[in-house]
């Protein structure tokens, strides 16, 4: 029963390199979230994807790229690096139907650019 | 703005004393109410939800939340904390518009239950 998978747990980068962080749903969901947690700040929305083929702006989504590859996989893309996207990410998924809402996480990706 | 508010960063209880977690917000028409649990280097896990109907919701391992309309409110309760309910709430909010699928999350309390 393995939920929302993300890969990596843990990464170090430096300033300017880019790296992909992957995320997998098996629940059949439509909608899919990614996050950035940082301390005293809650949660706070990259990108989402409202279903397959579709995918809109949060909160913060400069610095980021997102692709929702088919209905299972969402990933986040971090071009070039900086400090200030040091933080722990967390991929989401839900069903999109109102009855059924909520939101099913990932065990996160602690994230450190140097 | 839509927003919600945890206004304290830490809440102290001791084990078996009742515990509540204050939750406000200030989002526009009815919006699906939520609370969500963080154990350490955990993701978030969903504890309960509000819909529609009673004012008073009751959730998994022993939470209930209170949703108060007049004052856009939805406390998390416990009748009798333990000591391994310690761990970081949010609250989360859903506006129910249609079409809208974000969530707006508080910035989180951290309960710690004292033997």
């Known amino acids: 029963n393995a939920g929302v998978t993300q890969t990596p747990k843990f990464q170090v980068l430096k300033t300017g390199q880019s790296m992909t962080l992957q995320c997998a749903q098996d629940?059949?969901?439509?909608?899919m979230y990614w996050y950035r947690q940082d301390p005293g700040m809650g949660l706070r929305l990259i990108y989402y994807s409202a279903s397959e083929g579709t995918t809109d702006k949060g909160e913060v989504p400069n610095g980021y790229n997102v692709s929702r590859l088919n209905k299972r996989e969402f990933s986040l893309r971090l071009e070039s690096a900086a400090p200030s996207q040091t933080s722990v990410y967390f991929c989401?998924?839900?069903?999109?139907?109102?009855?059924?809402?909520?939101?099913?996480f990932g065990s996160g990706t602690q994230l450190s650019v140097l | 703005a839509q927003s919600v508010a945890q206004p304290e960063d830490q809440v102290n209880v001791a084990e078996g004393n009742p515990l509540t977690v204050k939750c406000t917000y200030s989002v526009s028409g009815n919006p699906y109410l939520f609370w969500y649990v963080q154990y350490p280097n955990r993701g978030l896990q969903f504890l309960l939800k509000?819909?529609?109907?009673?004012?008073l919701v009751k959730g998994s391992y022993g939470f209930e939340a209170e949703f108060n309309k007049s004052q856009t409110s939805f406390h998390l309760k416990k009748p009798s904390a333990l000591v391994s309910d310690s761990a970081l709430y949010f609250c989360?909010?859903?506006?129910?518009?249609?079409?809208?699928?974000?969530?707006?999350f508080g910035t989180g309390t951290r309960l710690k239950v004292l033997a």
């Open positions: 989401a998924s839900s069903a999109g139907e109102a009855w059924n809402e909520k939101l099913f």
């Open positions: 509000y819909i529609t109907g009673d004012n």
């Open positions: 989360a909010v859903r506006p129910r518009t249609s079409g809208t699928y974000k969530y707006i």
């Open positions: 629940m059949n969901h439509n909608s």
